[in-house]
């Protein structure tokens, strides 16, 4: 069974401090990799993508995966506490994704 | 940017009763839509894959019977929840193709 995972959290971090949320995934042919933005009773909001091995960044979002480790993470430069919320990551091939359970983050004052 | 549209917002039915989501791209044409399920502190799980024009393809465990889709436009998507109990109260949610990473706003149902 195609798996992604996230460690439930809550991660809390303080306001102004990198926030680094991981994910880790079986399926070796998953190709691309999206990481969502969660609030709580709203639908996802896509963050970023990424499916080339590496960085990526995008303002105070940076993604990295890493196909050998089967692994994806999520940087988040500069937390603000609109930034509190669940981040689920997913992963897939074609049309189809894999979500992950998501990680609650809690951005502190 | 892309936008998926979903309505009802909310809905709260009387067991029994059948429900009928509706979701649309509004300035694309998406020949293959997604609808989601997601149960309190858990994530999205994919129910069907909606592709216009042809039959849903449903994911292992989802009734076909219960869950009808329709996607008679390259705009709109419709799920119909039919004879709903309350163990289907839940968050749906679309999500349209080419717009792979775009939801639609979710539909809470909840059933009495």
């Known amino acids: 069974q195609k798996e992604v995972e996230q460690n439930s959290g809550p991660l809390s971090v303080p306001e102004g401090a990198i926030a680094s949320l991981n994910c880790t995934y079986s399926?070796?042919?998953?190709?691309?990799f999206f990481w969502y933005r969660q609030y709580s009773g709203k639908s996802p909001e896509l963050i970023m993508f990424i499916y080339s091995n590496g960085d990526k960044e995008d303002g105070r979002f940076t993604a990295q995966l890493n196909k050998a480790s089967q692994y994806v993470s999520l940087l988040i430069r500069d937390s603000q506490p609109s930034d509190s919320a669940t981040y689920l990551c997913?992963?897939?091939?074609?049309?189809?994704?894999?979500f992950g359970t998501g990680t609650q983050l809690k951005v502190e004052l | 940017g892309a936008v998926v549209s979903q309505h009802p917002s909310r809905v709260i039915c009387k067991s029994g009763t059948s429900v009928k989501i509706e979701c649309r791209s509004l300035d694309f044409q998406a020949t293959t839509m997604f609808w989601y399920r997601q149960f309190p502190k858990q994530s999205l799980m994919l129910m069907a894959t909606?592709?216009?024009?042809?039959?849903?393809?449903?994911e292992q465990g989802v009734e076909k019977d219960k869950f009808l889709i329709n996607h008679a436009s390259l705009t709109l998507s419709t799920l119909t929840v039919t004879s709903a109990h309350p163990e289907d109260s839940s968050f749906y949610i679309c999500?349209?193709?080419?717009?792979?990473?775009?939801f639609g706003p979710g539909t809470r149902l909840t059933v009495l």
């Open positions: 909606s592709n216009e024009g042809s039959k849903a393809t449903y």
């Open positions: 999500s349209a193709h080419p717009g792979v990473g775009i």
């Open positions: 997913a992963g897939g091939g074609g049309n189809k994704l894999t």
């Open positions: 399926d070796r042919g998953s190709q691309s």
